[in-house]
């Protein structure tokens, strides 16, 4: 089996004939650059490069097919997988802050839950406040 390029295709090659690879289908991608550099002879730094990858990052998806298969290699989503900084106690807290004084500012609520060592951002007291619907009702004249 031979991995091609075709400046256009990745494929896999045989005797009998080619499968091509989809543009969007960074799986196949990665599992094709790990054929090509284990079972084709070529060089690390080669195979990377050809692939747009650094050598350290061949490696830690060869790490990660060794040890998950091929759902390893399926790309991770980029940022934080859990919200840390707005727990359940600290949504409890913006709500209770909100429902206590309603025409308090998020930049208030925010400070007094930093003074109360919960690390907060403005922007998400904000966004807790949005997502609960606990914005203020405005008046129509």
């Known amino acids: ?18 499968l091509h690879i ?3 289908d960074e799986l196949s991608r990665r599992l094709a650059m ?22 350290p990052r061949y490696y830690q998806l060869r790490a990660a097919y060794l ?6 290699l399926a790309p991770d989503t980029p ?6 900084r707005r727990t359940d106690e600290v949504v409890r807290l913006v709500i209770r802050h909100r429902f206590l004084d309603p025409d308090t500012a998020p930049e208030v609520i925010a400070q007094k839950l930093r003074q109360q060592g919960h690390p907060i951002a403005q922007r998400s007291v904000q966004r807790i406040i949005a997502d609960y619907g606990l914005q203020k009702k405005t008046l129509r004249a």
């Open 34 to 55: 790990l054929l090509e550099g284990e079972c084709q002879g070529r060089t690390v730094t080669e195979v990377a490069r050809r692939f747009g990858l650094s050598r």
């Open 67 to 72: 040890t998950e298969g091929a759902w390893g």
């Open 1 to 18: 089996m031979n991995i091609i390029y075709d400046h256009q295709q990745w494929g896999f090659s045989g005797p009998a004939g080619t």
């Open 79 to 84: 940022g934080p997988k859990t919200d840390y």
């Open 22 to 24: 989809r543009d969007d």
